[in-house]
């Protein structure tokens, strides 16, 4: 605990212009692929589709650029080298080769056997436990299945074996799941703690879902509406109100803030800076999580969401020395020690004090108020959520956040998970 009372500045949304956050939103369109055109600007010649040179060249078994990025078919034993030259000329000339550079390699499946076991056999291994992909892989000759772990590999086996598959077509390869790319800038349901939201002109980040009295509901911080402290109504977007079906929900309780008792003279105080928003009909949201990012850094980490973490525990307040982290959307996943707690803290160029917040020595940037602070063990999904940040240095190398103590002291009781 520390009992001196430093200055502190807001790392609201306030730092941040609409329109500036309009250039998250992603453009309607995109480039062309420079790569896809020749030093003259002619679109570069593209291969016969499979079915064309299964029928055209014998012993066909797949074709592929190889390290040299030379073009390189699999022929099977009965293949036929001066017929895959003709199908492909025009291709091999468009990349800078003559057909007779064509380079050949023996097969021992053709291409049609291998997309015969790939389109029967694909749908019962994607159903077993762990699969994560299935590929007829022109580049080997075979069939390649990724999975997560061992178990997986065997029940593979089974389900291709059951399609007639032999053992050798068929290639097993350990390999991490696949995610859908989002960041926690973008549309994300059901809406969980960690994402963007947008309110006036502003941006903040989403603390944590919570009933409060039986109102399905988000806690964020005071200064992340359109008043701080007072309940005026703000009303809220995720991730911003320019994007369709966005509107979240609307501000239901923020106190005001006081004056006198633990209060220094002249200045306005809380013990949270914290606010609570009613979830609007019909939105979506996940009770307990918070969107789990990529890689975490002490100063900055990813903000591409990979999974969850789930809230299983609470802790009223931290203790020095603890490692804790935060998801927002300027900066990602940070972490950090506790260097302070129960610090008074004056909010730089406010009349502002709020009473016994915490520091954390990890990373932060404007846009991430309102951000969840929880304790992870370094593996799996569950955390025991401490609290909402709020403010940091001018360097973002340390972050202040409100402990659960002062925001159910303010807010009442929340069930968070």
Known sequence: ??????????????????AVACADVPDPTAPEDADAFDASGAFRATPPEPSVLVR???GFGGLFLDADGVPTVYLTESGDRGAAERALAAFMRARGFAPSELRVRRGAFTYERLDGWFRQGSPEVLDVPGAVFVDLDEANNRLLVGVEHAAAGNGVRAALARRGVPPDAIEIRETEPIYAVATLRDFVRPVEGGLQFHFSNFLCTMGFNAIRGGEDSFITNSHCTDRQGGTEGTEYFQPLSTVANSFIGTEVDDPTYFRRGDCPRGRRCRYSDSSRAEYASGVSFDLG?????ASRGNLSGSLNIVGTFTITGE??????GEELNKVGRTTGWTFGQVTNTCVDTNVSGTNITQLCQSFVAGGVGSGDSGSPVFAWPGSGSDVTLYGILWGGNSA??????????GIERELGSLTTF
């Open 289 to 293: 999580a918070i969107a789990r990012t």
């Open 315 to 320: 802790q009223a307040d931290p203790l020095v």
């Open 1 to 18: 605990m520390s009992r001196f009372t430093p200055v502190f500045r807001l790392l609201a949304a306030g730092t941040i212009l609409y």
């Open 56 to 58: 055209t060249v014998p």
């Open 396 to 405: 973002g190398t340390l972050f202040v956040f409100s402990p659960l103590s």
